[in-house]
């Protein structure tokens, strides 16, 4: 099974993702609460800023050495980073491959030879899965894709290759 996902096509940057690191990034999503939840779409800059004043003022507050409570937040993070389920909008990755303007259409391709295809104004809402339970997908992934609605979390689409953009 490849690891790498290529996205390919009617883009600026041809790139290629790696699922494996995607663990680290900011903006995972846990998927445990996901679909069950009410979401709310986040400023990032707006997201980012109020973290970093709740720091500062932290600082200002109890000093610059790391309280006990800090100190459990992060054991407790680490802890739900090893044992959550989560996924990652396949946005994020698109802004950053630059799709070009006379591109109509996302397509989802799989080592079985199947191909989903999205219309470029719904691939905002594709979310790659890629750890249960803390796991990787390893054996028929290393991604499945599922549509924000949740209307496939049952039945995602498997066994990814690549991203087409046409």
Same mark, same amino acid.
């Given at each position: ?10 883009? !600026? ?33 707006? @997201?980012?800023?109020? !973290? ?15 309280? =006990?409570?800090?100190?459990?937040? !992060?054991?407790?993070? +680490?802890? +739900? ?29 799989? $080592?079985?030879?199947?191909?989903? $295809? ?6 905002? $809402? ?6 249960? @339970?803390? +796991? =990787? ?10 549509? $924000? @609605? ?17």
């Amino acid at each position: 099974m490849e690891i790498i996902i290529p996205i390919k096509g009617q883009v !600026k940057f041809n790139i290629t993702l790696d699922p494996a690191v995607w663990i680290f990034d900011d903006r995972r999503i846990d998927l445990k609460t996901f679909f069950t939840e009410q979401q709310i779409e986040i400023n990032e800059l707006e @997201d980012y800023t109020k !973290k970093i004043s709740a720091h500062w003022s932290r600082e200002i507050m109890e000093g610059a050495t790391f309280p =006990p409570t800090l100190k459990s937040e !992060k054991k407790y993070e +680490k802890t +739900k980073m090893m044992t959550g389920t989560f996924g990652i909008y396949l946005k994020h990755f698109l802004k950053n491959a630059e799709v070009k303007d006379n591109a109509t259409s996302v397509v989802i391709e799989t $080592s079985t030879g199947e191909e989903y $295809s999205f219309p470029l104004e719904q691939a905002d $809402s594709l979310i790659f899965k890629y750890s249960q @339970d803390g +796991k =990787p997908l390893r054996e028929d992934g290393p991604v499945y894709v599922l549509l $924000s @609605d949740g209307s496939n979390l049952h039945n995602p689409i498997k066994h990814v290759t690549a991203v087409r953009v046409d």
